[in-house]
C-alpha cells in the first residue's frame, strides 16, 4: 500500500504543480490564455466585483492555493488533500453553473475524488504502538 500511495501522491502533486503554475505564470500562452478567460468567466458568474475580487485576484489564489498544496502533501498530506478536495468541490461547482461540457466537470470531480481517498486512506507510516499497522490491532 505505502509505494501505491507513494506514486498517486507523486502523480497528484505534479498535476497540482502543473494546473497550480499555468494559472499563476504564462509558461504556454494557450493554456494561459485559456485559463483567463475561464477565470474571467467564473468571475462574472460568482459576481467577484461584490467581494472586491478581480478575476485575476482569483486565478492567482487558486494557482497559488494548488501549488502551495501539491508542495504540502509531502509534509502535511491530510491537510492538503483536505485543502486540495475543497477547491475542487468549488471548481466542480463553478463548472455546473457555467454549463460547461461534462469533460470539463470530469477533471475537478476525478481530482477531488483522489483528494478525498488520500484524506481518508491512511498512510504507510499509521502504525500503533506495538509497530503494527492500526488495522491489525
Given amino acids: 500500500m505505502g509505494a501505491i500511495r507513494t506514486f498517486v501522491v507523486i502523480c497528484f502533486s505534479l498535476v497540482f504543480l502543473m ?51 501539491a508542495l504540502l502533501l509531502w509534509v502535511f498530506p491530510k491537510f492538503a488533500s483536505l485543502v486540495l478536495m475543497c477547491v475542487m468541490i468549488g471548481a466542480v461547482y463553478t463548472h455546473i453553473l457555467g454549463d460547461d461540457t461534462p469533460g470539463e466537470i470530469a477533471v475537478p470531480a476525478v481530482l477531488g475524488l483522489i483528494a478525498f481517498l488520500l484524506l481518508i486512506v491512511p498512510s504507510a507510516n499509521n502504525k500503533g504502538k506495538s509497530g503494527k499497522n492500526k488495522k491489525d490491532d
Avoid at 503554475?21 to 475561464?38: A, I, Q, R, W
Avoid at 468571475?43 to 489564489?61: E, P
Wanted: negative net charge.
Fill in 19 to 69: 494546473a497550480g503554475s499555468v494559472k499563476l505564470y504564462p509558461f504556454d500562452d494557450t493554456v494561459h490564455g485559456m485559463m483567463e478567460n475561464n477565470f474571467k468567466r467564473f468571475h462574472n458568474l460568482w459576481s467577484g466585483d461584490q467581494f472586491g475580487v478581480t478575476d485575476i485576484d482569483f486565478r492567482l489564489a487558486v494557482g497559488g492555493i494548488e501549488v502551495i498544496c
